[in-house]
């Protein structure tokens, strides 16, 4: 295998290309690994991918643009890598040959414009680009459902989070100007219009990078699925938070440990939120749509104890604006973005002034970024 260098890259004569957006989530946090509805869809922002194919039968060479890094995968020995955004690809390419799907030497730049740690999920970009990349580049014909799952997958195996399908399932299926109402448990879903002109979403990067590996993620999962063990004792229906109610979780107040109660009592709550978020959404009713996103972020900082002191700052600050509508935490939490409903007049004015505030507070620069809901993961022909 000769040295992987920029040089190796020169004249690249691209035979496919792969656009993977980011995603954003109006509403559902933590929902989507206790079977429950998530409101999200992808963005305008977004990691490509070049494809083409190189004489080798199997070494496969990969340059990561943002990273500035290189990776040479050996397709007879695909292994974990200590590098967070190397497992991202080979987690893929690994759940793709255990699909026994016939791999065969390739080359492939990829260039992000995600942030990374952000909570827009630059990780289900990279493996949902690769994941359809691949799919095609070599004609492996597997079904779209199938490289949504493979990619979570390759994230559990690979990287250890024990997230759930909210991710994927937007970064590949979203469609322009549309939020996915998702139901993790059947898959079901429904494309809902966004017509909230003359608002607009406002994300704000706490510069705080959240790790999901870490075990915050996972032992949330535990905690519910913990609950989930002792409720079905007594109700053998029961399978997962999304069948279980506010008062059923009532009767089990005195034998559940006070933080997995709570950690149920949330997940329940914010599956309510999300049907109800979507039905004010239709009816147009910005204002009552705004206020179910406060009382999500409310229940991820004191009931999920997901956020972090300079995300609970944005929230709060927020709540002073009469031009925003609703404002939270978006994603695994721990840091990353606050997701906000803005009106278009004070879009400017609010970012500098938020950004002072947050500066003298914290000593640290806060990003913006205004986002669209787009299209999901294509191919350019
Ligand atoms: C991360 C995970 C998702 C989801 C969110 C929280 O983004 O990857 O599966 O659990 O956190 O809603």
């Known amino acids: 295998m000769p040295a992987l260098d920029k040089h190796y890259f020169k004249d690249f004569k691209t035979e496919l290309t792969v656009t993977s957006p980011g995603r954003i989530n109006l509403i559902g946090e933590h929902t989507d690994y206790n079977n429950g509805f998530v409101l999200p869809t992808a963005i305008d922002r977004k990691i490509h991918f070049y494809f083409r194919k190189n004489d080798t039968v199997t070494t496969c060479n990969i340059y990561s643009k943002s990273?500035?890094?290189?990776?040479?995968?050996?397709?007879?020995?695909?292994?974990?890598?200590?590098?967070?955004?190397?497992?991202?690809?080979?987690?893929?390419?690994?759940?793709?040959?255990?699909?026994?799907?016939?791999?065969?030497?390739?080359?492939?730049?990829?260039?992000?414009?995600?942030?990374?740690?952000?909570?827009?999920?630059?990780?289900?970009?990279?493996?949902?680009?690769?994941?359809?990349?691949?799919?095609?580049?070599?004609n492996l014909k597997q079904p779209v459902e199938e490289l949504i799952r493979l990619s979570r997958d390759a994230e559990h195996r690979f990287v250890g989070t024990k997230c759930g399908i909210m991710?994927?399932?937007?970064?590949?299926?979203?469609?322009?100007?549309?939020?996915?109402?998702?139901?993790?448990?059947?898959?079901?879903?429904?494309?809902?219009?966004?017509?909230?002109?003359?608002?607009?979403?406002?994300?704000?990067?706490?510069?705080?990078?959240?790790?999901?590996?870490?075990?915050?993620?996972?032992?949330?999962?535990?905690?519910?699925?913990?609950?989930?063990?002792?409720?079905?004792?007594?109700?053998?229906?029961?399978?997962?938070?999304?069948?279980v109610s506010l008062s059923i979780l009532k009767e089990f107040e005195s034998q559940l440990d006070r933080i997995v109660y709570q950690r149920c009592?949330?997940?329940?709550?914010?599956?309510?939120?999300?049907?109800?978020?979507?039905?004010?959404?239709?009816?147009?009713?910005?204002?009552?749509?705004?206020?179910?996103?406060?009382?999500?972020?409310?229940?991820?900082?004191?009931?999920?104890?997901?956020?972090?002191?300079?995300?609970?700052?944005?929230v709060d600050f927020s709540r002073a604006n009469t031009h925003i509508l609703g404002s939270r935490m978006m994603g695994g939490g721990f840091g990353g973005c606050t997701i906000n409903i803005i009106h278009e007049d004070d879009v400017e004015a609010y970012i500098t002034e938020v950004s002072e505030a947050y500066k003298h507070t914290f000593h640290r620069e806060l990003t913006a970024i205004v986002v669209n809901p787009s299209q999901g993961t294509f191919i350019k022909n």
């Open 67 to 138: 990273y500035d890094a290189f990776l040479q995968v050996d397709l007879k020995n695909v292994r974990k890598s200590d590098k967070e955004w190397e497992n991202y690809v080979l987690g893929v390419i690994h759940e793709l040959l255990m699909r026994n799907a016939t791999l065969s030497g390739f080359d492939c730049i990829i260039e992000s414009e995600l942030p990374i740690g952000a909570g827009i999920s630059s990780s289900a970009a990279l493996e949902c680009g690769m994941a359809i990349g691949l799919n095609e580049f070599f």
């Open 167 to 243: 991710d994927q399932f937007a970064v590949v299926m979203s469609k322009e100007n549309h939020v996915l109402l998702l139901d993790c448990q059947s898959l079901d879903y429904e494309l809902i219009p966004v017509h909230i002109a003359p608002y607009q979403i406002l994300l704000l990067n706490t510069n705080v990078s959240h790790n999901l590996a870490s075990s915050e993620y996972n032992k949330r999962r535990e905690e519910c699925e913990s609950g989930v063990k002792i409720m079905q004792q007594k109700y053998r229906a029961i399978q997962s938070l999304r069948d």
């Open 265 to 314: 009592q949330y997940v329940i709550s914010e599956n309510e939120r999300v049907l109800k978020a979507v039905q004010e959404l239709k009816a147009g009713n910005l204002e009552a749509f705004g206020n179910l996103m406060y009382q999500s972020h409310e229940g991820l900082q004191h009931l999920y104890e997901v956020s972090c002191p300079e995300l609970d700052f944005l």
